[in-house]
T-cell receptor
Framework: AQSVTQPDIHITVSEGASLELRCNYSYGATPYLFWYVQSPGQGLQLLLKYFSGDTLVQGIKGFEAEFKRSQSSFNLRKPSVHWSDAAEYFCAVGARGSQGNLIFGKGTKLSVKP | DSGVTQTPKHLITATGQRVTLRCSPRSGDLSVYWYQQSLDQGLQFLIQYYNGEERAKGNILERFSAQQFPDLHSELNLSSLELGDSALYFC?????????????FGPGTRLTVL
């Protein structure tokens, strides 16, 4: 069965520092991979997605993620964090085929220190 | 603003009651997804509709049902409510049925069962 693991429940970084949020997936083939962000009281917003091709994908708000098949990972990175990045981040995997639902990890809450 | 609207924003009700959550997808989107977000289970897929037809089912309880109407809005009906049904319920929409199609999330309905 497909699953997504986000090992870090809560991460705190200083403003201006770099960020890496970890995501590991379990899937029989190359999955479709997504990162979403949820700000307090808001719905989820798509940051970036990977389907195929270049394993380094760029997203909105200066985020990027790298797909590593050998490690079954899709980690999210940002070189310099801003206070407005404080939110909860979700990694998700989508099935190939006609079923479109996403399977989400439990999320990583990011706090940003001034 | 994702273009997906959900009403009501908050709902407080008692155990044993029945409620209806409403979702209007983005203009032109034919697929609607319902997800439940709770502290213990995280974000879980409940059900997907495409152009009025049920397309996929996830971890949806038998006490829950949904439908998509000809104008493409969708309703999630929750009956015989239990304390454990308290959660944030998200609706998402996409243009087609594939997981490669970006899902746009509404702001959610927070259900509290007392």
């Amino acid at each position: 069965a497909q699953s997504v693991t986000q090992p870090d429940i809560h991460i705190t970084v200083s403003e201006g520092a770099s960020l890496e949020l970890r995501c590991n997936y379990s899937y029989g083939a190359t999955p479709y991979l997504f990162w979403y962000v949820q700000s307090p009281g808001q719905g989820l917003q798509l940051l970036l997605k990977y389907f195929s091709g270049d394993t380094l994908v760029q997203g909105i708000k200066g985020f990027e993620a790298e797909f590593k098949r050998s490690q079954s990972s899709f980690n999210l990175r940002k070189p310099s964090v801003h206070w407005s990045d404080a939110a909860e981040y979700f990694c998700a995997v989508g099935a190939r085929g006609s079923q479109g639902n996403l399977i989400f990890g439990k999320g990583t809450k990011l706090s940003v220190k001034p | 603003d994702s273009g997906v609207t959900q009403t009501p924003k908050h709902l407080i009700t008692a155990t044993g009651q029945r409620v209806t959550l409403r979702c209007s997808p983005r203009s032109g989107d034919l697929s609607v997804y319902w997800y439940q977000q709770s502290l213990d289970q995280g974000l879980q897929f409940l059900i997907q509709y495409y152009n009025g037809e049920e397309r996929a089912k996830g971890n949806i309880l038998e006490r829950f049902s949904a439908q998509q109407f000809p104008d493409l809005h969708s309703e999630l009906n929750l009956s015989s409510l239990e304390l454990g049904d308290s959660a944030l319920y998200f609706c998402a929409s996409s243009s087609r049925t594939l997981s490669t199609d970006t899902q746009y999330f509404g702001p959610g309905t927070r259900l509290t069962v007392l």
